[in-house]
């Protein structure tokens, strides 16, 4: 076995090659640099050359050499293999490693990492190509699935990614698929977290950050909220028609009920007021009867002065007959005064009797029914 100095020695031209080729990596890339913020037009800018960006990506994975004492950092995971086997995992802190036979094959960084997941076509249930791209957020939670249980953790996980949302995405349409981003991103989760289970590494959130329909698509979207709209404005349009025909009809309603109200109350006072009237006129003529019936029987002379009371009214009456119309109806016997007289007092004795007569016929039937006190309760 050669010693640690001649091993150095033998390391050292490959250690100084390394250093110059990253040396002039470094320049080139930094004059590139500079011209292109200077805005130089003699020399194009240039991206860092993939075999650059390779070396520093070794150089920042490459495990730490085994120098007997390390300081694990905080938040890191080392796996250390003794002999070419898995021996340990070394945990923050302290380490003391065995020279020669110890070697630090995997440094397993513990923090949540964010991968960038690139644009990707995706075609939905209802085939419409989409193009979505998104950023997975992910943990190692076994240092030592993630060293020996794949190979590229991040590659695997971002291609395990991409196809398990164009899996999603075709089971969805677009319409789920626009409006239930959550749903998607919490299936897509679930999904890497099934597949991912044996790599060592859980999958914490997947988050969809744009996503790109067809440009026609678009179009047929902008026109069907267009539509939409248009549709809503001509509904609320409608409802307020319809609304505002029914409150005035409602109000026509109300103000034909008043007025039929107001037009009953109305005609139910005059009823009531000329029946009050009626009851009136005939209760002072029912006086007035009862007082000229008392006069001219129990005053000597009554009849005259009836029967020429009733002769002044017929002269007055037959006076008036030519001043109301121009058609008259004259009796026969218009120029026989006394006639007439004669017959209005025959009609007034006539009645006179009859009441005479119906008068003692009710008081007969009374005595014969409660031997004579209702005769003489109407008398009295």
């Not at 919490?186 to 744009?210: F, M, Q, T």
Request: proline letters at 4%.
């Amino acid at each position: 076995m050669l010693s640690k100095s001649a091993q150095a020695i033998g390391r050292a031209p490959l250690i100084r090659n390394q250093a110059l080729l990253l040396r002039s990596f470094h320049q080139s890339n930094l004059a590139a640099n500079n011209n292109m913020h200077r805005g130089g037009s003699n020399s194009p800018s240039k991206s860092p050359s993939p075999m650059y960006a390779q070396m520093m990506a070794q150089r920042r994975t490459k495990p730490p050499r085994n120098t007997v004492i390390k300081f694990v950092p905080q938040q890191e995971a080392w796996v250390v293999e003794r002999m070419g086997r898995f021996s340990r995992i070394l945990e923050p802190g302290l380490a003391i490693l065995v020279p020669v036979l110890d070697r630090i094959s995997y440094t397993q960084s513990l923090k949540e990492v964010a991968v960038e997941i690139p644009t990707q076509s995706a075609i939905t249930q209802d085939n419409v190509t989409l193009e979505l791209d998104g950023v997975l957020y992910y943990k190692v939670v076994d240092p030592y699935k993630a060293s020996y249980g794949v190979a590229n953790a991040e590659f695997s996980v971002t291609q395990l990614a991409q196809t398990t949302m164009r899996a999603e995405i075709g089971q969805m349409t677009l319409d789920t698929t626009l409006a239930e981003r959550n749903l998607l991103n919490h299936n897509i989760v679930n999904a890497i977290n099934a597949a991912s289970e044996s790599w060592g590494i859980a999958c914490l959130r997947y988050e969809i950050r744009d996503i790109h329909p067809p440009a026609k698509v678009v179009e047929a979207m902008h026109s069907q909220v267009s539509a939409e709209r248009s549709k809503r404005a001509q509904i609320l349009e409608s409802e307020g028609s319809r609304q505002s025909a029914i409150n005035v009809a409602e109000g026509a309603k109300q103000a034909q009920i008043l007025a039929s109200e107001a037009d009953k109350m109305q005609q139910i006072n005059r009823a009531m007021g000329e029946a009050e009237a009626i009851r009136q006129t005939a209760q002072a003529e029912a006086t007035a009867i009862e007082r000229i019936a008392l006069a001219i029987r129990g005053t000597d002379g009554g009849e005259m002065a009836a029967s020429l009371h009733v002769a002044q009214q017929y002269v007055e009456a037959f006076g008036n007959i030519a001043k109301q119309a121009n058609t008259i109806v004259v009796p026969a016997s218009a120029n026989d005064v006394a006639g007439m007289v004669t017959q209005a007092m025959s009609v007034f004795s006539t009645v006179t009797a009859n009441q005479k007569r119906h008068h003692k016929a009710t008081n007969k039937l009374l005595d014969e029914g409660d031997g004579g006190f209702g005769s003489e309760q109407i008398n009295h």
